[in-house]
């Protein structure tokens, strides 16, 4: 059989932002069930999701692609933050309100930051890093998991210092070559270098699920999303 070569993973840069757009919105807008459910269009997903993503968080440097080794293309994007987990504020369901963004979100795509929103702010909770809130639980030492055991701990807010791996998208033509999982396993890499305590992610794709699995991270919080 003939060897597929690996991508080459390197940070993502200003000069990458047009192809990254391109291919995550591509990828998201048209491969994604939850997307194609509520009809989210790739200009809305850019403008929601994308462009206050790049302007708030490309400095921090924790963003990655990969790039086939023979053509030099762009065939995978994980977008990756610097999460500030006390800043996080309760979504309410009558106005949902995106942790990390400015722009407030069309109707359409509503629904997926506040099931996202939603996702991470019980995830701060439980581990008592929320601006409001006291901890009920306490855990291992995080690497690439966020699966924790939970344990009795005083009630004085924590610092965990969180990567938050927001998006991995790869090009439809580059799929089954592990480029996700060599994204993903970069990028919690690059986090523990960087000092990071714990990377935490919400999947809503099967795909993205397994990959997640196969890297050893646990479920801490779920949801059922129900279309109709």
């Given at each position: 059989d003939?060897?597929?070569?690996?991508?080459?993973?390197?940070?993502?840069?200003?000069?990458?932002?047009?192809?990254?757009?391109?291919l995550?919105?591509?990828?998201?807008c048209?491969?994604?069930?939850?997307?194609?459910a509520?009809?989210?269009?790739?200009?809305?997903f850019?403008?929601?999701?994308?462009?206050?993503?790049?302007?708030?968080?490309l400095?921090?440097?924790?963003?990655?692609?990969?790039?086939?080794?023979?053509?030099?293309?762009?065939?995978?994007v994980c977008?990756?933050?610097?999460?500030?987990?006390?800043?996080?504020?309760?979504?309410?369901?009558?106005?949902?309100?995106?942790?990390q963004?400015?722009?407030t979100?069309?109707?359409?795509?509503?629904?997926?930051?506040?099931?996202?929103?939603?996702?991470?702010?019980?995830?701060?909770?439980?581990?008592?890093c929320?601006a409001?809130?006291?901890?009920?639980?306490?855990?291992?030492t995080?690497?690439?998991s966020?699966?924790?055991?939970?344990?009795?701990?005083?009630?004085?807010?924590?610092?965990?210092?969180?990567?938050?791996?927001?998006?991995?998208g790869?090009?439809?033509?580059?799929?089954?070559r592990?480029?996700?999982?060599?994204?993903l396993?970069?990028?919690?890499?690059?986090?523990?270098?960087?000092?990071?305590?714990?990377?935490?992610?919400?999947?809503?794709?099967?795909?993205?699920?397994?990959?997640?699995?196969?890297?050893?991270?646990?479920?801490?919080?779920?949801?059922?999303?129900t279309?109709?």
């Amino acid at each position: 059989d003939q060897t597929v070569p690996s991508a080459r993973i390197r940070p993502l840069v200003e000069a990458d932002i047009p192809a990254a757009t391109a291919l995550i919105t591509t990828t998201f807008c048209t491969r994604e069930q939850i997307t194609l459910a509520l009809g989210v269009s790739p200009s809305e997903f850019d403008l929601v999701l994308l462009t206050p993503f790049f302007h708030d968080h490309l400095a921090d440097g924790l963003s990655l692609v990969a790039e086939d080794p023979e053509t030099g293309s762009l065939i995978g994007v994980c977008l990756n933050e610097d999460l500030h987990l006390d800043q996080l504020v309760a979504p309410s369901s009558s106005a949902p309100s995106p942790q990390q963004h400015t722009t407030t979100p069309p109707p359409a795509s509503q629904p997926i930051f506040w099931i996202l929103g939603e996702m991470e702010y019980r995830w701060a909770e439980a581990h008592g890093c929320t601006a409001s809130t006291t901890p009920t639980t306490d855990s291992t030492t995080p690497t690439s998991s966020h699966a924790h055991s939970p344990t009795t701990t005083t009630p004085e807010k924590r610092t965990l210092r969180t990567c938050h791996i927001l998006i991995v998208g790869v090009d439809l033509n580059a799929a089954s070559r592990g480029i996700a999982t060599q994204l993903l396993t970069a990028s919690v890499e690059l986090a523990r270098t960087r000092g990071f305590d714990v990377c935490i992610a919400e999947a809503t794709g099967l795909h993205s699920q397994r990959a997640f699995k196969r890297l050893g991270f646990g479920v801490c919080e779920s949801a059922t999303i129900t279309y109709r």
